[in-house]
């Protein structure tokens, strides 16, 4: 239904065109049919024009390109003239008019200076981008891939498969030039190892599951009712949860889809719907590694539930298992036949971060429309191989196994890239060596809390490892977190029930993820040098009671690491405003200074070792440094820079718990 402006338009229109003489209608048509008396047609457009009621009068014709201005844009000065179409355009709309199909092949003259050399598609990209003529022929070629990409459905049908293989081929050697231009290209063997451990992303269908899942847990008490000392069986009681939880899914699936819920309780036999709760339990599992920030409260009991449910005696009272293998790339691609595209050099473009820092807006949606590409490429081609093979992997299940991969990426973007920026601000305002008065790292036991006595220079190489040991566990957390759970649900890995300072918690040894740990502390004291403190790993202990505190110990690493890297480099951002400026001139001395003495703070009283009373506990070792990192958190709200923190956006370091 149409507004009153726009009824006042039609009746508007409708009145002009009941004025219009019957004779200048006849002559217009006349005109515009025969098309030979134009000075006719002109002359009826004139008295249409001039009869305009109560002088609405039209627009009137399009005015002509200013003498010497771009014919594009009509607001540049002409430099160029086209050889083939005749036109003059600046720069920059001759770039923009010639970038696909066969205006790419187009020359150009320069206005100014007749006598020039001849410019071209090629050479006008180097000027305007400031990039080499490697870069600048990679940008051209991927211009004329999309061009090729867009006119592909218009190809002539005898002529169509030899064109699109050719295109094809075109296509695959720009991605590939893009990709061997990126410094965080990987090899194809990375892609196969690293798959074996990243979860698949949920499909719709399991999300539902998930949120039944969700449910359950949220209104389960089973740790108030299992991990206590009481003089009842604990094996009546955990067989008891376990089944309350099964109920209470079962019931969640009645109340949203009936004729499922119909079939799962029909004969009330958990055994038989065994598949049913490994795959919600599974779906929880991978949801969570996933996405660290979310089942923070949920996600301890369903660890502890599924671990009790690998009992032997609580097996024989089931008679159902609760547990299966995560849902990874390299399993879904495997059972599919199609784990050979894994090594597949388009890969690497296919699941690129897309990342805006550094780039302009025409950068960013040739990044996007280059892996976009290389995803419908790959989909197309190992689709069509399977059903060659008689395999049932289609195109949707190999876009979902790249997105997968580029749910890695997106993890790594936001969980490791941080730590990278704090190295970076490290290295930038601290050098070993050049300790400046009022900025040296030093520490002293006893002093602000802190109970390690360290030089500067050695509190330097204390940072610097500890972070770099921080980066190198991100990095790697998806194999962690696998090795973790493997740990945690290994029936063959009892724990026992032990009151370690902060309530009864459980204690169970960690020997898969001890040993990749001290993989990884080997490799990081290859990397830097000599080792400032001590190495000893808390796993199974009462510091560190089992895998799960492990986990949820170092997925706190972003979250105190991306606020302050935030911070740090919105100090400049706030600077902007005049009265902030003023602000942090008269606190801090300016931008730098502020920045410097937020960065000095942390380096010095994140890692003073005050996470235990004595050396070996905790204080320099692997896990007493991020507890050191715990305390400065709860005591920013003292520091003279916290007000920086609130103007530049900071709330908190937990984040939500929901």
């Known amino acids: 239904m149409a507004d009153e402006g726009d009824v006042g338009m039609v009746n508007m229109d409708i009145s002009l065109g009941s004025e219009q003489p019957s004779a200048s209608k006849k002559s217009k048509l006349e005109a515009i049919l025969s098309e030979e008396d134009a000075s006719a ?63 790419a092949t187009h020359t150009a003259t320069v206005l100014t200076d007749p006598a020039a050399p001849k410019v071209t598609l090629l050479s006008l990209h180097e000027k305007l981008s400031g990039q080499g003529p490697g870069a600048a022929a990679a940008g051209v070629r991927q211009a004329a891939a999309m061009a090729t990409e867009t006119a592909a459905p218009e190809v002539d049908a005898d ?30 063997s990375w892609f196969t190892d690293r798959s074996k451990y990243i ?5 719709l269908e399991e999300r539902k599951k998930l949120r039944l899942l969700e449910a359950a847990l949220n209104v389960s008490e089973y740790t108030d009712n299992v991990d206590i000392l009481s003089y009842q069986s604990k094996t009546r009681r955990v067989h008891a949860q376990i089944h309350d939880m099964c109920a209470i899914m079962s019931g969640l699936v009645v109340a ?64 159902f298992r609760c547990v299966k293998l995560l849902n990874t790339v390299h399993a879904f691609l495997a059972a599919r036949g199609v784990e050979a595209m894994l090594d597949d050099p388009l890969v690497d473009v296919a699941t690129m971060e897309v990342l805006p820092r550094g780039r302009t807006r025409p950068e960013i949606n040739r990044q996007i429309k280059m892996k976009e590409r290389a995803i419908e490429t790959l989909a197309r081609k190992y689709s069509s191989e399977c059903r060659r093979a008689g395999s049932s992997a289609t195109e949707e299940d190999v876009r979902h196994a790249l997105y997968s991969i580029g749910d890695n990426h997106s993890y790594l973007t936001f969980n490791r890239d941080p730590i990278d920026r704090v190295i970076h601000y490290l290295k930038h305002y601290f050098r070993p060596g050049d300790a ?3 900025h040296s790292l030093a520490i002293s036991g006893g002093r602000d809390g802190a109970r390690l006595t360290h030089s500067h220079d050695r509190q330097y190489h204390y940072v610097l490892q500890s972070l770099t040991l921080w980066r190198e566990i991100m990095h790697d957390m998806f194999r962690l977190w696998t090795l973790a759970e493997k740990d945690m649900l290994d029936e063959n890995n009892p724990y026992r029930l032990c009151d370690t300072g902060q309530g009864l918690n459980r204690l169970q040894s960690a020997p898969r993820i001890g040993k990749a740990m001290r993989t990884i502390i080997h490799h990081v004291q290859t990397n830097v040098g000599s080792w400032v403190g001590s190495s000893v790993v808390h796993l199974g202990d009462k ?80 896990d007493g440094r991020l507890t050191s990192a715990f305390n400065w958190c709860g005591e920013l709200h003292k520091k003279r820079y916290y007000p920086v923190f609130k103007l530049a956006g900071f709330n908190s370091f937990d984040g939500d718990f929901k």
Do not use: W
Request: hydrophobic letters at 40%; one cysteine or more.
């Open 436 to 438: 400046d008065a009022g």
């Open 543 to 622: 510091n560190v009671p089992n895998a799960l505190f492990f986990i949820e110990k170092y997925a706190m690493v972003p979250r105190i690491l991306a606020p302050l890297a935030i911070v740090v480099d919105g100090v400049a951002e706030l600077a902007k405003d005049p009265q902030l400026a003023a602000y942090l001139d008269s606190t801090f001395g300016g931008v730098e200074a502020c920045r410097r003495e937020i960065l000095l703070d942390f380096f010095r009283h994140a890692f003073d070792g005050s996470g235990a009373d004595n050396f070996f506990s905790a204080g320099s070792c692997i």
């Open 41 to 103: 047609f002109e002359d009826a457009s004139s008295a249409h024009a001039s009869n305009g009621a109560n002088g609405m009068a039209d627009d009137g014709p399009l005015s002509a390109v200013p003498e010497g201005m771009c014919i594009e844009c009509e607001d540049q000065p002409e430099m160029l003239r086209c050889d083939q179409c005749g036109d003059s355009f600046c720069e920059v709309c001759f770039l923009a008019q010639h970038r696909r199909g066969n205006r």
């Open 199 to 203: 979860p698949m992303r949920l499909t």
């Open 256 to 319: 949203s889809d009936y004729k499922e819920g119909q079939r799962l309780i029909k004969d009330r036999s958990y055994p038989d719907n065994e598949p049913f709760f490994q795959e919600v339990f599974e779906i929880g599992r991978r949801h969570k590694v996933l996405n660290p920030d979310k089942m923070r409260a949920e996600y301890g009991k369903l660890c502890y539930l599924l671990m009790d449910s690998q009992s032997a005696t609580i097996q024989d009272l089931l008679d």
């Open 159 to 188: 002529v169509g498969a030899e064109a699109a293989a050719a295109a094809e081929a075109d296509v695959e050697a720009a991605l590939q030039k893009q990709s061997g231009s990126n410094s965080s290209s990987h090899s194809s």
